[in-house]
T-cell receptor
Framework: SAVISQKPSRDICQRGTSLTIQCQVD?????MFWYRQQPGQSLTLIAT?????????ESGFVIDKFPISRPNLTFSTLTVSNMSPEDSSIYLC?????????FGSGTRLTVV | AQSVTQLDSQVPVFEEAPVELRCNYS??????LFWYVQYPNQGLQLLLK??????LVKGINGFEAEFNKSQTSFHLRKPSVHISDTAEYFC?????????????FGTGTKLQVIP
């Protein structure tokens, strides 16, 4: 199955700033997903990113707050913009391969 | 749309005892089902998946799950747990046709293995 490298693994950020999370896959994949896991909760899909098209956002998530780039079939970034303490979460990327869904190790974000 | 319910938020069990973590799903179409494990401060690791075929699915670390279409369930079982199985377990579902779709996760079950 695919191997995903997600960076950074954790960060502490000041409110009002932005953080860009990177997701690098060791093989070409069509679909990539970005999830958020708030403290003590399950995973919620933020958006689906296909190469060559605009990301598709789920209800409650907007591009201005979570801009996504997908420049090629092995890489994607998620930016958390104008952060507030409510954005403190784990953010995970996921890809689809022939074996199913593989997840990155996550980025643990704390906003202070 | 698909949904999944994990009935137990926490399950304490003594070491070497059997365990069952319950998962029920709702869907009007065929589904793919997954169990993931999340160890403290780590990402998600796939335990097992049901795509088609045999309803009894065996995964890693001695876990297995049975797909029951009539009861819309996909319960996870292990005959004898170890301390290292202490983690949070997530059941997940996606539509089973038209290519891979977005995955919907349950709220998770925290398995606590007691020495």
């Amino acid at each position: 199955s695919a191997v995903i490298s997600q960076k950074p693994s954790r960060d502490i950020c000041q409110r009002g700033t932005s953080l860009t999370i990177q997701c690098q896959v060791d093989s070409q994949v069509t679909m990539m997903f970005w999830y958020r896991q708030q403290p003590g909760q399950s995973l919620t899909l933020i958006a689906t990113a296909n190469q060559g098209s605009e990301a598709t956002y789920e209800s409650g998530f907007v591009i201005d707050k979570f801009p996504i780039s997908r420049p090629n079939l092995t890489f994607s970034t998620l930016t958390v913009s104008n952060m507030s303490p409510e954005d403190s979460s784990i953010y995970l990327c996921s890809v689809v391969t022939a074996d199913g869904y593989t997840f990155g190790s996550g980025t643990r974000l704390t906003v202070v | 749309a698909q949904s999944v319910t994990q009935l137990d938020s926490q399950v304490p069990v003594f070491e070497e005892a059997p365990v069952e973590l319950r998962c029920n799903y709702s869907s009007s179409v065929s589904v793919y089902l997954f169990w993931y494990v999340q160890y403290p401060n780590q990402g998600l690791q796939l335990l097992l998946k049901y795509l088609s075929g045999s309803t009894l699915v065996k995964g890693i670390n001695g876990f297995e799950a049975e797909f029951n279409k009539s009861q819309t369930s996909f319960h996870l079982r292990k005959p004898s747990v170890h301390i290292s199985d202490t983690a949070e377990y997530f059941c997940a579902v996606t539509r089973g046709s038209g290519g891979y779709q977005k995955v919907t996760f349950g709220t998770g079950t925290k398995l606590q293995v007691i020495p």
